[in-house]
């Protein structure tokens, strides 16, 4: 079984700063790409950012500048800081990961967290 666990969202002030934390456990062989997707309420769920194994990343015009994504191959854990919040950055955060393959040989498609919830409000 291959878990994605979020951690670090919380409240923060508008023009303050977060880092989320993203885990995969489970028998893990390889991840290639890992992202992060967000949903405001009454909204759909969308991409953020993503970043490949090999470190190339990809981010929405809405955080460009303003969010960074990095990755620990070694610990399987993908990390988003994110710098000059805004209210409209309020949502809960999903952490994603499209091919996991475990060391058994079987793979996991669209894995996803459980979510953590980041609110930017004074």
């Known amino acids: 079984q291959v878990q994605l666990v979020e951690s670090g969202g919380g409240l923060v002030q508008p023009g303050g700063s977060l880092r989320l934390s993203c885990a995969a456990s489970g028998s893990i062989f390889s991840i290639n790409a890992m992202g992060w997707y967000r949903q405001a309420p009454g909204k759909q769920r969308e991409m953020v950012t993503t970043i490949t194994s090999g470190g190339s990343t990809k981010y929405a015009d809405s955080v460009k500048g303003r969010f960074t994504i990095s990755r620990d191959n070694a610990k399987n854990t993908v990390y988003l800081r994110m710098n000059s919040l805004k209210p409209e950055d309020t949502a809960v955060y999903y952490c994603?990961?499209?091919?996991?393959?475990?060391?058994?040989?079987?793979?996991?498609?669209?894995?996803w967290g459980q979510g953590t919830l980041v609110t930017v409000s004074s």
């Open positions: 994603n990961a499209p091919v996991v393959v475990t060391t058994t040989g079987r793979t996991y498609r669209e894995v």
